[in-house]
């Protein structure tokens, strides 16, 4: 069984830091990419930031030059490190991968960004 293990949100002021993990486990294959989304309240889920096992990677105009996506290809874990934190960065963040035996994603982990 697949399972994409999220740590790292939680509660932080504006202008702070906070960073993501995701660890992946099970049978999952040849990992093609891993990725972040966020889902705030009464949004759709939108891409964050991806990389592919090159090392390629995609970032919503959003975030580019505050976050930063990094991946341990030995361990198939995947990091998020946000600087600057905004309020508008408040969301459910979910950790994403594409592999050979499919798409999988993580439980959520919330970030909220308050003062």
């Known amino acids: 069984q697949v399972q994409l293990v999220e740590s790292g949100g939680g509660l932080v002021q504006p202008g702070g830091s906070l960073r993501l993990s995701c660890a992946a486990s099970?049978?999952?294959?040849?990992?093609?990419?891993m990725g972040w989304y966020r889902q705030a309240p009464g949004k759709q889920r939108e891409l964050v930031a991806v990389i592919t096992g090159r090392g390629i990677t995609t970032y919503a105009d959003s975030v580019k030059g505050r976050f930063t996506i990094s991946r341990d290809i030995a361990k198939d874990t995947v990091y998020l490190q946000m600087n600057s934190l905004q309020p508008e960065d408040t969301a459910v963040y979910y950790c994403?991968?594409?592999?050979?035996?499919?798409?999988?994603w993580g439980q959520g982990t919330q970030v909220t960004v308050s003062s």
């Open positions: 099970g049978s999952i294959g040849s990992i093609y990419t």
């Open positions: 994403n991968t594409n592999s050979a035996k499919g798409t999988y």
